[in-house]
Nanobody, 121 residues
């Protein structure tokens, strides 16, 4: 059974940092990524990376502040978020695919349950 389990969300003040983690089990994936969503809006791409290889991609809003990394031994990806802003407040979802796409939600096969990130001003 495939599972993606997220952890690391929480509440911080603007300028603070959080580290999200996503532990995958049940199979290996080609691409793992993070999306976020606020009520009433579509799910938004944040970052993604190829499990094998060096391709890593970031949304413009994440560049320079967020860093995606992986721990191959633990089948886990991390999203280090620094310089958080109130507009980063959202539910963050981990996603994974055996395909090659990374940019859009429909390109992913599996999703985690989501973890809330709240940034206060």
């Amino acid at each position: 059974q495939v599972q993606l389990v997220e952890s690391g969300g929480g509440s911080v003040q603007a300028g603070g940092s959080l580290r999200l983690s996503c532990a995958a089990s049940g199979r290996t994936f080609n691409v793992m990524g993070w999306f976020r969503q606020v009520p009433g809006k579509e799910r938004e791409f944040v970052a993604a990376g190829h499990w094998i290889g060096t391709g890593t991609y970031y949304a413009e809003s994440a560049k320079g502040r967020f860093t995606l990394s992986r721990d191959n031994a633990k089948n886990t990806v991390h999203l280090q978020m620094n310089g958080l802003k109130p507009e980063d407040t959202a539910v963050y979802y981990c996603a994974a695919t055996i395909g090659t796409g990374w940019r859009y939600p429909y390109e992913y096969d599996y999703w985690g349950q989501g973890t809330q990130v709240t940034v206060s001003s």
